[in-house]
């Protein structure tokens, strides 16, 4: 594969948010206490088994509704361009979002989850068990954002 | 969108690691040793700006030479399916794969990186900020796979 190779994925399940539109989703879902549900299409239902003991979640969907692509984000604030890959954005080449959320229930095919933060409608390509031994760090630098969220270099508690 | 409908992405650059094979890459990154290039085609290289600044990244990627697909897998040890969506494993209907690595140096569109654990010119689709006031949860349980790594459920110090 090179640069104009075409990787083909296709969703997996859909999310039902409270939130009815990208503007109305909260920029980040830490905290959250709203619960969305994360539909996985019936083909797809054999690969929850044994879910429901896994107490969170990664989310990883497709920002559907992003429809601008940028390099760069500038802060009102700091009127300095920025990379979006030292960003959470959507509008970036490929807009991936990834989410951590925790798992609420389950009901067949329906994953009721806390701390989603995507609008209605998002189309989910992938769910992966959140394992603290392969995915936390300590020490970690978040560089420019740190001038702005100086909280979110460390664990936050809820 | 719905089930039918295809998600294109195009790979933002490659991964030149020592595994040749993704029979040779480790299980899982965490803690490795050995250095990865992340090569970003320079297309893409201005939304790096400033990547300088955080100290660990989130990759994520397609596993290209995964040809096998599957909702389930079975230890030898238990004999027991699980759902592929409770694992780690490549052969997912999506076939992405997300690591946590550490920055070593940037050389304009090269990122050093550590405890990457892909093949070679495995295509990367993005590469995100690693931010633990986002990502870090405490209290996780980690289903099934405590039974085989009991370690995981919680940070492992290197």
């Known amino acids: 594969m090179d640069k104009h190779s075409i990787v083909e994925l296709r ?7 409270p939130y009815k539109t990208p503007e109305e989703a909260p920029c980040q879902g830490r905290g959250l206490v709203p619960v969305s549900e994360l539909e996985i299409f019936s083909e797809y239902e054999a690969g929850l088994k044994d879910i429901e003991g896994f107490s969170h979640l990664i989310v990883l ?3 559907h509704r992003c429809e601008i692509r940028s390099l760069h984000f500038t802060m ?6 920025h990379g979006i890959f030292t960003t959470r954005l959507p509008n970036r080449p490929n807009p991936l979002g990834l989410s951590v959320v925790t798992l609420v229930a389950r009901q067949a095919n329906i994953l009721r989850v806390k701390e989603m933060d995507v609008a209605d409608k998002t189309p989910i390509l992938d769910i992966k068990p959140y394992v603290p031994g392969i995915d936390e760090r300590r020490g970690v630098k978040i560089g420019w954002l740190k001038l702005f969220w100086p909280h979110l270099s460390s664990f936050q508690p809820d």
Do not use: A, E, N
Request: proline share 19%; net charge neutral; no cysteine.
């Open 61 to 63: 969907y497709y920002f």
């Open 76 to 81: 009102p604030q700091d009127r300095t361009p």
């Open 11 to 17: 969703p997996i399940g859909v999310v039902h948010s």
